[in-house]
């Protein structure tokens, strides 16, 4: 699963039979943009949750699907800032000390 930031919503009026009449956002994958089908009905500016592969054609609607990402959850609160704080080992949530006993 990947954490993406919705930028905007895509219109392609002429596609496959496929892709029925899915809507198709353009997400930030770190510093990527990306199309994903969006399964959940979210807004630009919204932080969601994304699947790839076989995953991504299942929660858009079915095997045969041609998608290879696809939105299935929006996350209700996300600080991105935070995250990359902790990957780097600058702080941790709440004040508590990192893993490992650390104080």
């Not at 076989?54 to 995250?83: C, F, N, Q």
């Not at 990957?87 to 650390?102: E, I, K, R, T, V």
């Amino acid at each position: 699963m990947l954490i993406c930031k919705v930028i905007k919503p895509l219109v392609s009026t002429n596609r496959i039979a496929d892709f029925q009449h899915k809507h198709l956002q353009v997400v930030l994958d770190g510093s990527t943009q990306k199309v994903a089908v969006d399964a959940v009905g979210c807004i630009p500016g919204d932080w969601v949750i994304c699947v790839g592969s076989s995953a991504a054609r299942e929660a858009a609607g079915s095997k045969s699907y041609p998608s290879d990402l696809t939105i299935v959850g929006i996350i209700d609160h996300w600080d991105p800032d935070a995250a990359k704080a902790m990957a780097a080992g600058n702080s941790s949530p709440a004040g508590n000390p990192p893993a490992g006993g650390a104080k």
